[in-house]
């Protein structure tokens, strides 16, 4: 079993920046791959970045350039530093936790992040 507890979501105006932080139960953080995926209302949940244990990583096109994906194995923390927001980047954020010997997947709690105009 792995927990996720994810924190650093608010309240900011576009243009601004955020970063989310998730913190992650395992003794295995160094390789497994985690991501950050959204869920805006009426929408579907979809990946928003991935970074591997080996540290490669993958973007949305929509928040490539704007945001950066990383991780402290030493702490078990991934991080995604959001930079230039956009109203449309508003969304419940989610941090998942993958790895090929398990039979699932496993996500936090959830983080709201809210763009304003």
């Known amino acids: 079993q792995v927990q996720l507890a994810e924190s650093g979501g608010g309240l900011v105006q576009a243009g601004g920046s955020l970063r989310l932080s998730c913190i992650a139960s395992t003794s295995i953080f160094s390789i497994i791959d985690m991501g950050w995926y959204r869920q805006a209302p009426g929408n579907q949940r979809e990946l928003v970045a991935q970074?591997?244990?080996?540290?490669?990583?993958v973007y949305a096109d929509s928040v490539k350039g704007r945001f950066t994906i990383s991780r402290d194995n030493a702490k078990n923390t991934v991080y995604l530093q959001m930079n230039s927001l956009k109203p449309e980047d508003t969304a419940v954020y989610y941090c998942?936790?993958?790895?090929?010997?398990?039979?699932?997947?496993?996500w936090g709690q959830g983080t709201q992040v809210t763009v304003s105009s």
């Open positions: 970074i591997t244990g080996n540290g490669r990583t």
């Open positions: 998942n936790a993958a790895n090929m010997f398990w039979n699932r997947d496993y």
